[in-house]
C-alpha cells in the first residue's frame, strides 16, 4: 500500500516559489490500477516522482506497506526503486542497446549472474510479445513495440508497483488500446499495483478502478471510478468528462 500524508513540493528559482503540491492526502491500495488524471500542470507527474522519490517532497510524508519511506538514501534508496518501476511517455530506452539489452540494464546494475539476468529479460520480453525482436535496437521498432521493452525493462526487478506517467500519451489509439491492455494483464497476473498518470478520462475508464482528480496542484476529489465518472464533484472533473462526452 501507498500511503501520502500531508505531502507538498515547492519549487524555487530565481523568479519566486512554485507550489507544485499542496496537503496531497492520498491511499492507493495493493492491487489497485490507480489513475491520477489533471490538466498540463495540474502537479500529477510531480506527484508520482514523489512516490519513488525521484522528487523529494518540500513537506509531508511517504509510506510504502507502512515503512515511512521519506528520508531514505543510500542503498535504503536504491533497495526501494527496485521495487517501484517506471515507464514514461518518450520511453526513456538506450539507443545503442538492442531490446534485450534494454531490459537487461537494471539486472546489470543490480550484478545478477549473466545467465539468471538473460532469462529474467527474456521471460519479460515473451510476456509483452517482443520474444523474436531481443536484437533489435528501438530504432527498428515502432512507439507501441518500444513502450513495450520500456515495461518489460521496469518489471526486471520484480517490482511491487508499476508507475505510468502519461505512457499511452504519445502513441496512436489502436497502440494506446494494445498497451493498455498489457498493463492490465501484468496488474491482474503478476500481482502488481499500477499507478496511471493521464490527462486522458478515456485511459481512466479503460484499465482505472479508482481515480484522484488534480487541479492547481490539489486533489479535489477521489473515489472508484464508477462513482467519479457518474456523479463528479469537482468543476474539472465535469469538465475532462465533458471532453470525452462521459458527463450528462
Known amino acids: 500500500m501507498i500511503e501520502l500524508r500531508g505531502l507538498g513540493k515547492t519549487f524555487r528559482s530565481k523568479s519566486g516559489a512554485?507550489?507544485?503540491?499542496?496537503?496531497?492526502?492520498?491511499?492507493?491500495?495493493?492491487g489497485d490500477i490507480f489513475g491520477i488524471i489533471g490538466l498540463s500542470g495540474a502537479g500529477k507527474s510531480t506527484l508520482v516522482r514523489c512516490i519513488n522519490?525521484?522528487?523529494?517532497?518540500?513537506?509531508?510524508?511517504?509510506?510504502?506497506?507502512?515503512v515511512?519511506?521519506?528520508?531514505?538514501?543510500?542503498?535504503?534508496?536504491?533497495?526501494?526503486?527496485?521495487?517501484?518501476?517506471?515507464i514514461f511517455q518518450d520511453f526513456?530506452?538506450?539507443?545503442?542497446?538492442?531490446?534485450?539489452?534494454?531490459v537487461l540494464f537494471p539486472l546489470e546494475v543490480r550484478h545478477d549472474s549473466r545467465a539468471d539476468a538473460v532469462r529474467?529479460?527474456?521471460?519479460?520480453?515473451?510476456?509483452?510479445?517482443?520474444?523474436?525482436?531481443?536484437?533489435?535496437?528501438?530504432?527498428?521498432?515502432?512507439?507501441?513495440q518500444q513502450q513495450r521493452v520500456s515495461i518489460a525493462r521496469a518489471l526486471a526487478?520484480?517490482?511491487?508497483?508499476?508507475?505510468?506517467?502519461?505512457?499511452?500519451?504519445?502513441?496512436?489509439?489502436?497502440?494506446?488500446?494494445?498497451?493498455?491492455?498489457?498493463?492490465?494483464?501484468?496488474?491482474?497476473?503478476?500481482?502488481?499495483?499500477?499507478?496511471?498518470?493521464?490527462?486522458?478520462?478515456?485511459?481512466?475508464?479503460?484499465?482505472?478502478?479508482?481515480?484522484?482528480?488534480?487541479d492547481d496542484s490539489r486533489i479535489v476529489e477521489t473515489g472508484t471510478v464508477a462513482s467519479v465518472f457518474s456523479a463528479p464533484q469537482a468543476a474539472i472533473t465535469h469538465e475532462l468528462l465533458k471532453a470525452v462526452g462521459a458527463d450528462a
Open 18 to 30: 512554485h507550489g507544485a503540491l499542496k496537503d496531497i492526502n492520498l491511499v492507493i491500495d495493493d
Open 157 to 214: 526487478n520484480h517490482p511491487d508497483y508499476l508507475l505510468c506517467d502519461e505512457a499511452t500519451s504519445a502513441l496512436d489509439s489502436v497502440t494506446t488500446i494494445s498497451i493498455l491492455g498489457l498493463i492490465k494483464q501484468i496488474n491482474r497476473e503478476l500481482g502488481v499495483t499500477v499507478i496511471v498518470i493521464t490527462h486522458a478520462m478515456t485511459v481512466v475508464e479503460a484499465i482505472c478502478n479508482k481515480v484522484a482528480v488534480m
Open 53 to 66: 522519490l525521484l522528487e523529494k517532497p518540500t513537506v509531508g510524508q511517504v509510506f510504502i506497506d507502512g
Open 92 to 102: 526513456s530506452l538506450f539507443s545503442q542497446r538492442t531490446v534485450l539489452q534494454n
Open 68 to 86: 515511512d519511506v521519506t528520508d531514505f538514501s543510500g542503498r535504503a534508496l536504491l533497495d526501494l526503486r527496485a521495487r517501484i518501476g517506471m
Open 120 to 144: 529474467r529479460a527474456q521471460e519479460l520480453l515473451d510476456l509483452v510479445g517482443l520474444k523474436d525482436m531481443q536484437d533489435r535496437y528501438p530504432a527498428q521498432l515502432s512507439g507501441g
